[in-house]
Each structure stands twice: as C-alpha cells, then as structure tokens.
C-alpha cells in the first residue's frame, strides 16, 4: 500500500486528505503515518528473521519522542536507545522493557546517571570519569549496572561533518585501540558488570559497508574483552542507516542485514559468549512516516517567486542547520503540471529560515497547503518555540481514522515556567 498518495488532485494521507486534516486541525501540522511507521519497524525485524544469533532493535528516541509513535514500536518488540534524562523518562512512560534501553550519553550528570541506575537500564559509557560516577552511585544504590563502553572506531562515512560521530576527531567514545584499558578497569569495579560493546557511527549514511567495518572494530574489541573473563552480553552498532529524501534511491534494512549477518556470524564463531547483536534505528524508522503540512500565508514575487507558509525553522530545523533537502508538494494542486520556480519560506525573523529552495511547483497561491515530506525524524524532536511560536499539533492516521496525538501550545505555554519577582510586577 502507499501511504502517500493523490487522489482527486490531491495529497492523501492513508485514506485521509491533508486539506481536510488542515481544516480540521489547523496549520501547521505533523502527520504520521502508522502503516508505514509498522512497515519500517517490520522490515528491520524480517531483515534479520533468518539471521542465527539474536538481534534486538533499540529505537533512537531523539529522532521522533512522540509517545503514541514509540508505544507502537514498543508492541513491535522494540527497545529503546536514550540520550538523556528526559528521554529516559519518556522511555518509560512508553512502556519500553528496561533490559533493553540504552543509557545513551557522553556527558551524564549525577542525576541522570542516578536515574538510570534506578530505573535498571544498562547503560554505554563514554569516559573513565563516567566509569567512576557510575560505580560510586551503584555502590550508594547497592545496584549493579549492565554496561558497554561506547568506543570511536575511528571510521569516516559519507554523510554531513555534523552527524559523523565515528570520527577520531568527534567528542563520542573512547578510541577503540585504547578501550581495553578501560574495560579493565570496569572489570574491577564495583557495580559494574561488563555486558557490551557500543558504537554508532553516524546519521543519514547511505552506505552499507562503514556499518561493516564498525562491526568488524567492535568484534576486534570483543575479542580483548572476553580474554578478561567477560561474557558478552551485546554488541551495539548503533544507528544511522540514511533514507531516501532526494528520490534518488537509499539503503533497505534488508540491504543492511545483507551485509551486516554473514560478518556476525563468521566472527561471532570466534568467541566464546554468545552475544545479541543491538541495532539503534532512529531515522529509518520514522523519517519517512511523517509529512509537516504548512499553509501559505503569502505568494511574493521578488528576485525570487517566495512562498511564505506558516512553519519554519522552529518546527523543522533541518533545512536551515544541515542545509537538508525535502521534497515538497502543494498538497491541493496534486494534478496541476509545474508552473515555475518557487523558494519556500517560514515565518521566522531569520533570512535562513528557508525549506525548500527554487523548487518547480505548480502556480502556488495564498491559502494552498504545501507538504513537506520525511519529516518524520529530527522533525518535531528538534523543534523550538523561537520566536513566540507555539509548537504545532501532531496526528497520527490509520486508514481512515484520525488520531489527534499531540495538541497544538497554547500561549501560556509560550510563558513557560518564567517567573517575575514581584519587584517588577
Ligand atoms: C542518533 C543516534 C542513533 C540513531 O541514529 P539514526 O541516524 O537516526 O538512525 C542511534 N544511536 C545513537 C547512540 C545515537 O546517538
């Protein structure tokens, strides 16, 4: 089935057209696809159904933190990979099983190292000096700690500077030639026990073989671990596989698994534990779920034909910070052939507050909605109330239903928890 799709000239969601969800749920709005949310996290499942050693998936909650969206990927089965506190937090509320959320983070604080520890997640540490903070806590705690150092494999893929995180250059891990002398350590101390190895090299690669060769690093690593008497419980690859924004053609799951299975299984032969293999998908899973529609305010012909919709950078940063690409639609002229060359722009007070730029379109006019698609991930997760705007609403569909799963802020909320001494009241 196609989740996106024209009908009667045009954009449908499912069984739902976006003019109608416009109408119904004002501008701008989020819409989520569930069938192809299901379909994503299907296809890494049945990716690796025929591998021979157990794969557990941990969904990246940075990418999309939208609770309903997670409770789904939680009944597929998935875990959870969390940055920090309040992803912890929304981790749990969404019921994920705490065996299988990673503690995420190279710069913890005591508090969220605590919290943490009691909610019983394992945890990837990136430092010695985060080794220690969390054995003092476990000990106080009298808890142990599952836990994996995230090592730097030291690899370069093809992908933005800003999203390499494998790089011998980048602040995560700790370069994978001088681990062993931290897993040592582990080894001996309190509240701790070694279960695994953790890398993740990047976001939006479209390559399969970095993945391959940060797996290969990480059994590298496994096989010095386990001569300290550990038994591996995983071995994390973490995230990043890219998806196809540009319609020119990315990486499946199933291209991925292709890949990835054989080398596991070769090395995995090699050790004496018999560990999972963990995969953090964030991107793939949720990228291409999710359409932000914006409505048009204005139509301005200057030096340039500018189209001036109702969202921008606050609701949808990657265009401004990573100078990404989105294709975009205008989503009631579906069947109108392409008129001229239009430069989408938001309301923010910034002249980088640009979506889409010299695209061809059918002749846009004020109040038409435009879709912007695979804005699914590091869409709303990154979005800001820049400003004075309020955040928009979200909604999920499932064929020909309608589901309202966050509200659009109300302007108390632009206020925020601000206090005035009464001095200056
Ligand atoms: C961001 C992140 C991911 C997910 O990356 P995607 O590119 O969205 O798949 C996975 N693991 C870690 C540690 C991350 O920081």
């Known amino acids: 089935m196609e989740f996106f799709s024209e009908r009667n000239g045009e954009l449908y969601v499912e069984g739902i057209s976006c003019v109608d969800l416009v109408e119904q749920f004002g501008s701008p709005l989020y819409v989520t696809s569930k069938g192809a949310l299901e379909k994503n996290a299907e296809a890494y499942i049945n990716a690796f159904s025929k591998a021979s050693f157990e794969v557990r998936f941990l969904y990246a909650v940075k990418a999309n933190n939208n609770l309903t969206l997670m409770k789904i990927l939680n009944r597929k089965g998935y875990g959870a990979d969390v940055f920090s506190d309040g992803e912890l937090y929304l981790a749990l509320l969404a019921g994920f099983n705490r065996k299988y959320v990673l503690f995420n983070g190279n710069s913890k604080s005591e508090e969220e190292i605590r919290m943490g520890i009691e909610a019983g997640v394992p945890f990837s540490i990136d430092s010695l000096d985060e080794l220690e903070t969390v054995s003092k806590i476990a000990e106080e705690l009298c808890k142990e700690v599952r836990i994996a150092f995230r090592i730097n494999p030291d690899i370069s893929p093809n992908t933005h500077p800003k999203i390499a995180t494998g790089l011998k250059t980048s602040k995560f891990g700790i370069p994978w030639e001088s681990v062993i002398d931290a897993y040592k350590k582990a080894v001996e101390s309190p509240g701790i026990v070694v279960s695994g190895i953790h890398c993740h090299i990047g976001s939006q690669i479209k390559d399969v073989s970095p ?152 002749e846009v006019k004020k109040g038409d909605v435009i879709a912007v698609f695979d804005a699914g991930a590091y869409g709303f997760s990154m979005s800001s109330q820049y400003n004075g705007r309020r955040r928009c609403a979200e909604v999920l569909v499932d064929r020909d239903r309608v589901y309202l799963i966050r509200e659009r802020e109300s302007y108390p909320e632009i206020v925020g928890r601000q206090i005035v001494p009464p001095e200056f009241a």
């Open 211 to 362: 993945f391959v060769e940060a797996l290969n690093r990480v059994f590298d690593v496994a096989e010095k671990v386990e001569k300290l008497g550990v038994e591996l419980e995983f071995l994390d690859i973490g995230g990043g596989l890219g998806i196809d924004y540009e319609g020119i053609g990315a990486p499946t799951p199933k291209d991925f698994a292709e890949e990835i299975i054989p080398v596991f299984e070769r090395r995995v032969k090699d050790l004496n534990s018999k560990p999972e293999l963990w995969i953090e998908p964030g991107r793939s899973i949720v990228g291409n779920t999710t359409i932000l529609l914006t409505r048009v305010n204005a139509v301005k012909k200057a030096y340039k034909n500018f189209v001036a919709v109702d969202a921008g950078f606050n609701l949808l940063l990657r265009p401004a910070m990573y100078g990404a690409y989105h294709r975009v639609v205008v989503a009631n002229r579906m069947s109108e052939e392409k008129r001229d060359v239009y430069t989408i722009v938001g309301p923010i007070c910034e002249s980088g507050d640009i979506l889409a730029e010299d695209r061809e379109l059918p």
